[in-house]
């Protein structure tokens, strides 16, 4: 892509650094940055650079936080016994949606793939099994996506705790609410008859 | 969406201002941005708003440009005689991208579109009639899409001009190089058998 105006190019190419954003798109994101006024371009670059500079992780569950301990952790209402294990705080505010789970949350910041060179020191582990070192922790859920990575993640956690008094689970995996059997994926749908339920208890639900 | 940081609510907020970019893509490049070091925040930051307060459009083609008169316009090499008028800038690079035009060209900024309140007024329609009042220009190329704007916003220039000693052509309408007929539109197949060209003139291109 030839550009006429080095600036241009500079912001087109800054743009398409993001995932998921090609040169082109990058280039119709900054064409219409240029249309609108300056401020707008101002109020986006100054919150990006804002976020960047002063955000800040929970120090006892690494969700972001604009205070040294973020709000769930220190709403008093909400039981530290039961921890969810998420990847990122994305997974946080999805599980917080559903209004489902009163305990904590830990954020590991990934999950463990070797493939791209991402080793258990490189995520929030060490300070989970403190906490559940600490003996406060009665159950860890485990609520990564069920990929190869996930369940290796799963599994090593699994390792470092299972010599302390903790229950652990891992959310259900089944079929989706709402779906018809036929569209479900076989292993899915397999592992789904294996893992049933009683009926009682998907009455309550 | 209930974010656990103001600052990153806000980042979010200003970066899912951006055309074709919701909450959700916003969240994911944000959140990118945090994973990767600070100074891919701030170089991306900078180039924008640089971006925004200098960029400069050429004072004779309306094209983006870092100079008074862009590198097109200040080429002795180019005819001034023959001008292709277009939408906006992506146009200009996708047309020198073909080295197939040796004229110069006519930022419009935009099409004629009453649904959207862009009237004439609104684009660089009145300094185009300047340049073929002027009498220098000899042939003006319409290159806007085949669109029902784009056909309006020709059909208006040309009412302008039309008492003027110019020729007046548009970039030619009909089925892609490469494309088979059967999957052609019948629209844009049944205008390239009225709009056909000599077979001679087909071998020269």
Do not use: W
Request: net charge negative; aromatic share 6%.
């Amino acid at each position: 892509m030839e550009f006429s105006s080095k600036l241009l190019e500079r912001a087109v190419n800054e743009m398409s650094q993001l995932p998921g954003i090609g040169k082109r798109t990058a280039l119709r994101l900054v064409l219409h940055l240029l249309r609108q006024p300056e401020s707008q371009t101002n109020q986006l670059s100054d919150a990006l650079k804002a976020m960047r500079s002063e955000i800040n992780l929970c120090k006892s569950c690494h969700n972001i936080s604009d205070t040294a301990v973020c709000e769930i952790c220190s709403n008093p209402y909400r039981t530290e016994e039961i921890i969810c294990v998420v990847e990122d705080i994305r997974d946080v505010m999805a599980i917080e949606n559903t209004s489902s789970f009163r305990g904590l949350y830990h954020v590991l910041g990934g999950k463990i793939s070797p493939m791209d060179g991402i080793g258990p020191n490189d995520l929030n582990i060490e300070t989970l099994v403190e906490k559940v070192k600490s003996g406060k922790v009665k159950e860890l859920i485990f609520a990564l996506g069920s990929t190869m990575e996930g369940d290796t993640t799963n599994f090593y956690i699994y390792r470092q705790i299972q010599d302390y008094n903790v229950v652990t689970s891992t959310i259900a995996r089944g079929i989706s609410v709402g779906n018809e059997l036929e569209y479900t994926d076989e292993v899915t749908l397999g592992r789904s008859i294996i893992n049933r339920i009683p009926f009682e208890a998907s009455l309550k639900s």
